[in-house]
């Protein structure tokens, strides 16, 4: 599987993002999807995740109410819907796909086998 992610850019605190990822590969329609986010100098953290049906979602804390993850897997792509966006929401945000078929939607980076390049998201103050 190979991932593409996109959308990313600068923003003002309080507009909206939208990323998205598109994915290459049979298994991707069967895959548990999420994002997750790095600032330099720190570890990357789960922002969302996404089962393979859209069945079930997870959240992060600290996006809950603000961000939205959806998938249309007829276009191999999952996105993420990034809505009252705060400064420290800076970083790069990066799609990874959990290798494991009908997988649940986990928060933990190593249940992810594939990763996508990343986009930069900078929200101004």
């Known amino acids: 599987v190979q991932l593409q992610a996109s959308g990313g850019g600068l923003a003002q605190a309080g507009g909206s993002l939208r990323l998205s990822c598109a994915a290459s590969g049979r298994t991707f329609s069967r895959s548990a999807t999420g994002w997750f986010r790095q600032v330099p100098g720190k570890e990357r953290e789960f922002v969302a995740a996404?089962?393979?049906?859209?069945?079930?979602?997870n959240l992060a804390n600290f996006v809950k109410g603000r961000f939205t993850i959806s998938r249309d897997n007829a276009k191999n792509s999952v996105y993420l819907q990034m809505n009252s966006l705060k400064p420290e929401d800076t970083a790069i945000y990066y799609c990874?796909?959990?290798?494991?078929?009908?997988?649940?939607?986990?928060?933990?980076?190593?249940?992810?086998?594939?990763w996508g390049q990343g986009t930069q998201v900078t929200v101004s103050s």
């Open positions: 996404i089962s393979w049906n859209s069945g079930s979602t």
């Open positions: 990874a796909v959990d290798s494991r078929q009908f997988g649940a939607p986990t928060v933990a980076s190593y249940d992810y086998d594939y």
